[in-house]
C-alpha cells in the first residue's frame, strides 16, 4: 500500500486553475492594481493569453479590471472570500461585539480596519450617533498619510508591507510627503499606542484610532472612532481614548485565550 506521502505526491491538479491562482498570488504580494504586462509578466506567460485568464477571473467576480486606468484588482468575489477568512480570525471574531458595545457607548461610530491590498480598509462599520457628511462604508481604502487609521498602520507594519501602496497613493504629489518629518511622527505613535486626525481629511470630522496588537505585538487590525469635531473628544486620555484603548485590550486578551485553548 502506498504511504500517504506517495499517495499525495500521485495526485494531479488542473494546470488552468493553477496559473489562474498566480494573477491572484501577484495581486496580494504587490497589493496594488496591476497593468495587463505587469500581471502577464509575474505569472510568466504571454500578455495575450493573460488576457484571456483574466476575461474568465473577471467574469467570476475574482479580479475587476478598472476602465479608467485599465488595470487589474482583486474583485467582489475575492473581497467576500475574504470576509469569509475575517470571519474565522480570531482578532476579527473578538472586535465585532467589543467594537458594537463600544459605538454603544461612547455615541459614535467605530470603524475595524485591516489590511487590504490597496491600504487600510474598512471591514466592519459600528454606526452609531448622527450621520456624517463622510462617505464610510465597508470597502472603504484609508490614506495612509492623510487619515489617522492609515498612519496607524504604517507605524506598526513593517515598511515592506505598505511603501508600495504608499507610493501609489502618492504618485505626483507636490511638495512630496517629508520623510524625516513622517518618521518622526510614527514613533510618536508607537510611543502613544494612538492616533488622531482633526478636521482631515474630511472637514468637521475628527478620528481618534488604536492598534489591536497581538501578543508578538503583530497588528491584526485597527479601530477607528469617529466623530463630528466638537462632539468627539480627542484627547489623547479623554473618555472615548481611553474606551478605545480598553477595547482594543479586550480584543488583545480574547485574541491570547484563543490561541492558548488551541
Avoid at 15 to 37: C, H, I, N, T, W
Avoid at 75 to 91: F, K
Avoid at 183 to 204: H, K, V
Wanted: charged residues 15%; negative net charge.
Amino acid at each position: 500500500m502506498a504511504d500517504a506521502g506517495g499517495e499525495e505526491k500521485a495526485q494531479r491538479g488542473i494546470q488552468s486553475v493553477e496559473v489562474a491562482g498566480r494573477f491572484l498570488r501577484a495581486l496580494a504580494d504587490v497589493r496594488a492594481p496591476m497593468a495587463l504586462a505587469d500581471l502577464a509578466a509575474s505569472v510568466q506567460i504571454a500578455p495575450a493569453q493573460a488576457h484571456t485568464y483574466l476575461v474568465s477571473l473577471v467574469r467570476l467576480g475574482l479580479i475587476k479590471r478598472d476602465h479608467l486606468s485599465g488595470r487589474y484588482e482583486p474583485g467582489p468575489l475575492a473581497l467576500q472570500l475574504g470576509m469569509l477568512y475575517l470571519d474565522h480570525d480570531p482578532a476579527y471574531r473578538a472586535a465585532v461585539p467589543l467594537v458594537a458595545a463600544l459605538a454603544g457607548s461612547c455615541g459614535f461610530s467605530v470603524a475595524i480596519c485591516a489590511a487590504g491590498p490597496q491600504g487600510p480598509t474598512i471591514v466592519r462599520y459600528a454606526h452609531a450617533g448622527s450621520p456624517l457628511h463622510v462617505n464610510l462604508h465597508v470597502g472603504t481604502v484609508m490614506s495612509l498619510s492623510a487619515t489617522a487609521t492609515g498612519r496607524v498602520f504604517c507605524a506598526f507594519l513593517p515598511p515592506g508591507q505598505w511603501q508600495a501602496i504608499w507610493a501609489q497613493q502618492h504618485a505626483g504629489d507636490t511638495p512630496a510627503v517629508d520623510a524625516t518629518a513622517f518618521a518622526a511622527d510614527l514613533a510618536a505613535i508607537r510611543e502613544r499606542g494612538i492616533e488622531r486626525s482633526i478636521d482631515a481629511p474630511s472637514p468637521a470630522v475628527s478620528s481618534l484610532c488604536v492598534p489591536v496588537l497581538d501578543a508578538s505585538g503583530r497588528l491584526r487590525l485597527a479601530l477607528t472612532v469617529v466623530g463630528s469635531t466638537g462632539a468627539i473628544d480627542v484627547g489623547w486620555r479623554g473618555p472615548v481614548a481611553v474606551a478605545l484603548l480598553d477595547t482594543a485590550a479586550a480584543i488583545r486578551d480574547a485574541i491570547a485565550a484563543t490561541t492558548e485553548a488551541e
